[in-house]
DNA sequence: ATCAGTTCCTTGCATTGCAAGTAACCAAGG
DNA sequence: CCTTGGTTACTTGCAATGCAAGGAACTGAT
């Protein structure tokens, strides 16, 4: 499933956003979801970039907890600026999923 | 539109390929199809190398025209290969979308 | 002390979208 | 002519993100 990443470009990020919306989640929780609702090989290579970004964009409320079992857990959730950058992916995916089905089913729509 | 470049990548690829799947269309034909289809912005910066690209793959049949106006036009039409690129696209496009209504909707999948 | 497991982070590459610029070809006007 | 402008095609370079691979810090058990 690693053969096009390119499709994935965007919507994993959105998808993190969607399931920090009320949680406080730590690594390992995040990709478990992600894994689980279908995105099989998500992997922390991709999610540690992703959340240094988005903690540098303000988007997270961030909650430090010791482990019994190794360096403390990073927890975390949306801020206001993140509900605000979820909310802006989900507008734009919708678009092109629109987009995307008047292509497949030929028609134009000429809403845009 | 712009704002989220991300989000278009292999989606635009993949309804290009759509476009072409019956009909021989030149560029400006595509720019045109694209835009009316909801991709407002799609332009020929992105268009050119993608065609150049996808045609290195053996995705296309080429028929090249000559033009009242300039160069020679050339036309594309998807060969035995693209039709094959265009499918696994399809269908991977199809998982994705699942993978995302998961994740919106909470719910786990558990099929892949 | 060493080891394995956990948690976090860094580095570097590949791909693609896209802006901007280049080049070839044609027709018509000065 | 030869210049201008429109058409068609291509090139170059940059930005963003996914992801593999490796590394570092912390813990408890051997």
Redesign the pocket.
Known sequence: ??T???L???????CVLKLLEDDFL???EIVERMRRCG?S??????L??????L?KDGCFIVA?K??????????YKLSEAGRQKLDTFFAQWQELSQSIANVFSRKEDDHA
């Not at 994935?8 to 959105?14: D, I, P, R, W």
């Not at 540690?48 to 970004?53: I, K, N, S, V």
């Open positions: 499933m690693g096009d990443a390119q994935n470009k965007g919507v994993l990020e959105g730590f690594s390992a995105f090989d998500f992997s922390e290579g991709t540690y970039p992703m959340l240094l970004r903690e430090r010791p482990s019994p079992n190794g360096p403390p857990k990073k927890y």
